[in-house]
C-alpha cells in the first residue's frame, strides 16, 4: 500500500526511496507507537512526509526546478507498462495527488487525510474529486478496462 | 464514490512486481539492521525435515520451527512476544542455517552458535540448560532428564518443556524419550524425530 502511494505521489523510481525511508522510520518509532493507532493512518502520514521530502530533494535540483519529481530519463521504468498514467499522474498539482493517493490507494478515510495534508475533509474531498476528474479527461485509457 | 475508472485506474497502480518487492525488501533489510532496529530476522531454509523457520534477535537464535508448527503463527507469537520488528532478513541466520545443515548431514555433533533463550523460563528453561548434557546419538529418559534438572517428580513437566523448546534441533529434545523404549512425541511430529535419531545412530 505504501508503495502504491509513493508511486502515485512521486512516479515509480522516487517512490523507492521514498518507501525505504518510510518503513525504516516506521520500524524505528514502532517502540513508541501507542496500541490503539490506526497503522495505515501512521503509515501514510510517515510516507506523507518523506515523499515530501523527496519532492524538496528533486524540487533542489535546478535542472528540474519548477517541475515536481521528474522520473529520471535514464532510470529503467519499474513499472513498466503505464507511462501515460504516471504523466497523467504527474500533472496533477501535489495536493490532489495526495488526496488521491491517500483516499483511494490507502483507504484513508477524507477526515484522515486532512490531518494529514492540514485543511479540511472537505477540502481534502474537493482535491481527491477533482484529481480523479482531471486524470478521467487526461488519461482515458482506464475507463476502458 | 469508487466507479469503475478508479477501479481500473488502480488496478494498474496496485501491480508491484515480485522483483520490486524483493529489492525494496531487501534494501529495507539491510538498513534495519544497519541502523539496529530489526529485532528479530528470519528465514527459512529446506531440510530433509521439511521447510525449517529460523529466527535470531541481535543476541543470537531464538527460535527454530518445523512447517507443522505453522510458520505464520510463530511468527505472529515472536512478534507478540518480543517485537513486532520482525523482517525476512537471511543474513543474521547464515551461521545457524549453515550449522544446522551441517548437522542434518552428518558432519557436525554440537552447536555452537549463539542462542537467545528468553522465550523460556524458569522450571522449562533449566530443562533446557540440561538438554545438552545428552550426548550426540544418545537418549535420556525424561524421568533422568527430571532428576538432572533438579525435580525427580517433574517428569511431565519436563516433557512440556521439550515440547515447548523454541530451539529444537539445536537443543536437543529429540534425544529425551520415554522410560519404555518408544520415542514419544515431538514438536516436529515423531516422524522428525526417528529421523534425528536415526541420524545420529549412523556412524
Request: proline share 6%.
Amino acid at each position: 500500500m505504501v508503495l502504491r502511494v509513493c508511486r502515485a505521489v512521486l512516479g515509480p523510481v522516487a517512490a523507492d526511496d521514498a518507501w525505504s525511508e518510510t518503513f525504516l522510520s516506521a520500524m524505528k518509532a514502532y517502540p513508541g507507537l501507542r496500541p490503539d493507532s490506526n497503522i495505515e493512518a501512521w503509515l501514510v502520514t510517515i510516507a506523507h512526509r518523506k515523499a515530501l521530502d523527496q519532492v524538496r530533494v528533486t524540487a533542489r535540483q535546478p535542472v528540474l526546478v519548477p517541475e515536481l519529481p521528474e522520473v529520471p530519463v535514464t532510470d529503467p521504468d519499474p513499472v513498466g507498462e503505464q507511462p501515460e498514467l504516471w504523466t497523467a499522474l504527474k500533472s496533477l498539482p501535489l495536493k490532489q495527488r495526495q488526496a488521491v493517493a491517500y483516499h483511494y490507494l490507502a483507504g484513508l478515510p477524507y477526515a484522515e487525510i486532512a490531518e494529514v495534508l492540514g485543511g479540511t475533509a472537505v477540502a481534502a474531498r474537493k482535491a481527491a474529486s477533482e484529481g480523479i476528474a482531471t486524470l478521467r479527461k487526461t488519461y482515458p485509457n482506464g475507463a476502458e478496462s | 464514490m469508487t466507479s469503475r475508472f478508479e477501479d481500473a485506474l488502480f488496478a494498474e497502480l496496485l501491480e508491484v512486481d515480485g522483483a520490486t518487492r524483493s529489492r525494496l525488501h531487501a534494501r529495507l533489510a539491510a538498513e534495519a539492521e544497519a541502523a539496529g532496529v530489526l529485532d528479530i530476522a528470519y528465514r527459512t531454509i529446506d531440510s530433509p525435515l521439511g521447510l525449517l523457520l529460523l529466527a535470531a534477535t541481535d543476541h543470537g537464535l531464538v527460535r527454530v520451527a518445523y512447517a507443522i508448527q505453522d510458520h505464520e503463527r510463530v511468527l505472529d507469537e515472536l512478534a507478540t512476544k518480543i517485537s513486532s520488528r520482525v523482517l525476512h532478513a537471511p543474513a543474521r541466520l547464515d551461521l545457524a542455517a549453515h550449522e544446522i545443515d551441517d548437522y542434518l548431514s552428518g558432519r557436525r555433533t554440537t552447536f555452537d552458535l549463539p542462542l537467545d533463550f528468553r522465550l523460556s523460563s524458569g522450571f522449562r528453561r533449566t530443562v533446557l540448560d540440561h538438554l545438552p548434557d545428552i550426548g550426540y546419538g544418545t537418549t535420556a529418559s525424561y524421568a533422568t532428564v527430571a532428576l538432572a534438572a533438579g525435580n525427580p517428580k517433574a517428569v511431565r513437566a519436563v516433557g512440556s518443556a521439550c515440547a515447548k523448546n523454541p530451539l529444537p534441533i539445536v537443543v536437543p529434545c529429540h534425544r529425551v524419550v520415554r522410560s519404555d523404549g518408544t520415542i514419544g512425541q515431538y514438536a516436529g511430529g515423531s516422524e522428525a524425530k526417528r529421523t534425528l535419531l536415526d541420524l545420529e545412530a549412523t556412524p
